[in-house]
Nanobody, 124 residues
Framework: QVELVESGGGSVQPGGSLTLSCAVS????????LGWFRQAPGKEREVIGT???????TYHASVKGHFTVSRDNAKNTLTLQINSLKSEDTAMYYC??????????????????WGLGTQVTVSS
C-alpha cells in the first residue's frame, strides 16, 4: 500500500524558515518522480519543485532560490526546505509521487499519489 505522509508545517513569521518532510512507503524512491505542490485558498494547486528518478530537480520559476527539494532514498523521505518565508507562501503543502513518468512530474496530471497535506501559515 502506497502512503505519503507530510510533516513539519506550522505558523511562522515572515522571513522565517521551515523544513517539510514527506515519509513515503510502498514505493521505491529511486524509480519514481517526487514533488511538492501547494494550494492557497481560492487558488489552483501549483508545483513548487520536483526531483525525478535520476535525481534531477526542477523548480517553478517563481520559487527558484526560495525553496529546495531533496530526497533521501535510504530513508524513503522527500524534504522541502523553505527560506525567507513570505505571507504569500501561506498554503497547504502536498507531497506527490508519480509512477506514470519517473522523469517528469511537474504537472498535477502526472501525479498518481498524493499526501493529505501540511498547512504552512506565514503571519506576523
Amino acid at each position: 500500500q502506497v502512503e505519503l505522509v507530510e510533516s513539519g508545517g506550522g505558523s511562522v513569521q515572515p522571513g522565517g524558515s521551515l523544513t517539510l518532510s514527506c515519509a513515503v512507503s510502498g514505493l521505491s524512491l529511486s524509480s519514481i518522480c517526487l514533488g511538492w505542490f501547494r494550494q492557497a485558498p481560492g487558488k489552483e494547486r501549483e508545483v513548487i519543485g520536483t526531483v525525478n528518478s535520476i535525481g534531477r530537480t526542477t523548480y517553478h520559476a517563481s520559487v527558484k532560490g526560495h525553496f529546495t527539494v531533496s530526497r533521501d532514498n535510504a530513508k524513503n523521505t522527500l524534504t522541502l526546505q523553505i527560506n525567507s518565508l513570505k505571507s504569500e507562501d501561506t498554503a497547504m503543502y502536498y507531497c506527490a509521487a508519480s509512477t506514470r513518468n519517473p522523469y517528469n512530474c511537474v504537472t498535477s496530471g502526472l501525479i498518481n499519489y498524493w499526501g493529505l497535506g501540511t498547512q504552512v501559515t506565514v503571519s506576523s
